[in-house]
């Protein structure tokens, strides 16, 4: 069905007999396979007698062989999967099955997405990036501290360089665009945490997503597209990203998040603001203050500093909570 997708992804009428004669098959197959688009991806096709059929609207599929060669001069394969249902279950997956570390996975779409607590990240096809990177770490879990913190910057820097205005982080691992959420980030750490393990970077950038998912989602969010105003090819987009990650990983493990820590601060937008903290059943008000060289949050609760770190906080402005 990739061929197939290929063939329409300029957004062209295109006749089931010529469809079939590039790939080699009857027309029933054609229709079958423009059957099995719809159910498998969520692929819409419109099919007009006399014309043939067409796409919604065109699509530009991502390309590991394209993303590769601009993401260049650093050794991390990339692969790209049609469907999956979490590209962090997937790298997984391939760890344990004794694929080597470092590479890059991203998907056209997630079947299960997840974002931080087991939210549900809504992921259709062909439309965002889901990338999953997975690193070997030497040395135990302070090597990851403040990770997350650290790639929310390179994302932060991919949307920038792309043209984004008003790009800000929220901590733990949120990316905003005018308050609005376009990137969400998923640690998972695999192997031994006192010694030698893997930690798998999961990316959700929304690129191409329009107002029409926003039912699924329970928070102000926006796109590239939306903020750009025109459809963007996502094959630079991933480049640019791994790219990113690879600058910013080598910072982190180079000097840690405190050599970090002043650049994140200078794109924190809740600095200043009134919050609560949420950790199960507490909540914890006070005026965000900012992180500290560890990569924790600082709150001025009743009069005194007060630190927070864990992966199991959520942090929300006052008139959110």
Not at 97 to 111: I, S
Not at 167 to 172: E, M
Not at 274 to 296: C, P, Q, W
Not at 307 to 316: D, I, N, T, Y
Request: aromatic share 6%.
């Amino acid at each position: 069905m990739q061929a197939l997708l290929k063939l329409l992804q300029d957004g062209r009428f295109h006749s089931g007999e010529a469809l079939g004669a590039s790939l080699g098959v009857s027309r029933s197959a054609i229709w079958k396979k423009l059957q099995g688009l719809r159910s498998e991806f969520g692929v819409e096709v419109f099919s007009v007698p006399g014309k043939g059929y067409r796409l919604a609207e065109p699509l530009a599929l991502l390309d590991g062989e394209v993303i590769a060669r601009c993401a260049s001069g650093f050794d991390w394969d990339v692969h790209v999967l049609p469907s999956l249902d979490s590209t962090n279950a997937e790298v997984m997956r391939r760890i344990n099955a004794g694929v080597p570390a470092p590479f890059c996975l991203l998907a056209e779409r997630q079947t299960a997405g997840r974002g931080r607590r087991g939210r549900f990240w809504v992921s259709p096809f062909a439309e965002n990036l889901y990338c999953s990177l997975v690193v070997r770490v030497d040395g135990g879990m302070r090597q990851v501290e403040a990770l997350s913190l650290t790639i929310g910057l390179a994302v932060a820097r991919t949307l920038i360089a792309s043209g984004i205005d008003g790009v800000g982080v929220k901590w733990p691992n949120d990316v905003l665009v005018r308050g609005r959420k376009v990137s969400g980030i998923l640690l998972e750490l695999l192997g031994d945490p006192a010694d030698i393990c893997h930690v798998v970077i999961g990316v959700g950038l929304n690129v191409n997503m329009l107002p029409e998912y926003d039912q699924a989602i329970d928070q102000p969010w926006t796109s590239m597209r939306q903020e750009l105003g025109h459809c963007v090819d996502r094959n630079p987009i991933a480049a640019e990203l791994i790219n990113q990650l690879h600058n910013y990983l080598s910072k982190h493990w180079k000097s840690g998040f405190s050599g970090l820590r002043k650049e994140w601060e200078g794109l924190h937008l809740w600095a200043g603001s009134e919050a609560s903290l949420i950790a199960g059943a507490k909540t914890v008000s006070g005026t965000i203050l900012g992180v500290n060289d560890g990569g924790a949050i600082r709150l001025l609760v009743e009069g005194r500093e007060v630190v927070f770190s864990g992966g199991e906080l959520s942090l929300r402005l006052r008139h959110d909570s």
